[in-house]
Nanobody, 121 residues
Framework: QVQLVESGGGLVQVGGSLRLSCSAS????????MGWYRQAPGKQRELVAH???????AYAFAVKGRFTITRDNGKNTVYLQMNSLRPEDTADYYC???????????????WGQGTLVTVSS
C-alpha cells in the first residue's frame, strides 16, 4: 500500500501565496508522474499541474504563470507553489501519484485525502 500525506492548504487573501506538499510512502519501487488536481464545490475534479520523473511539467491554462509544480525524487514528494491566488482557485486540492510497487507490476494511481484552499476577496 501507498500513503500520500498532503499539507499546506488554508485560508489566504486574494493575491496571496500558498505552498502545498505531498509525500508518498509505502510500497513504492518507482514513481512516474506526480500531479495536483482540484475540485471546487459543484464542479468536476480537474488537473492543475503534473510533472514527470524527468521534470517535464504541464499546467492548466487557468494557473499557468501563477503556479509552479516541483518534485523531490529522493523524498517522493511533490510541491505546488501557488502565487497570485484568486477566489476561483478555491477548491479541495488532491495529490496524485502514478507509481509501481515492483519492476514487474504495472503503474497505478494513488490519491491524497485532499487539502482545502480558500481564497477570500
Amino acid at each position: 500500500q501507498v500513503q500520500l500525506v498532503e499539507s499546506g492548504g488554508g485560508l489566504v487573501q486574494v493575491g496571496g501565496s500558498l505552498r502545498l506538499s505531498c509525500s508518498a510512502s509505502g510500497s513504492i519501487f518507482d514513481i512516474n508522474t506526480m500531479g495536483w488536481y482540484r475540485q471546487a464545490p459543484g464542479k468536476q475534479r480537474e488537473l492543475v499541474a503534473h510533472i514527470t520523473r524527468h521534470g517535464n511539467t504541464a499546467y492548466a491554462f487557468a494557473v499557468k504563470g501563477r503556479f509552479t509544480i516541483t518534485r523531490d525524487n529522493g523524498k517522493n514528494t511533490v510541491y505546488l507553489q501557488m502565487n497570485s491566488l484568486r477566489p476561483e482557485d478555491t477548491a479541495d486540492y488532491y495529490c496524485n501519484v502514478n507509481f509501481r510497487s515492483s519492476p514487474v507490476t504495472t503503474y497505478q494511481d494513488a490519491w491524497g485525502q485532499g487539502t482545502l484552499v480558500t481564497v477570500s476577496s
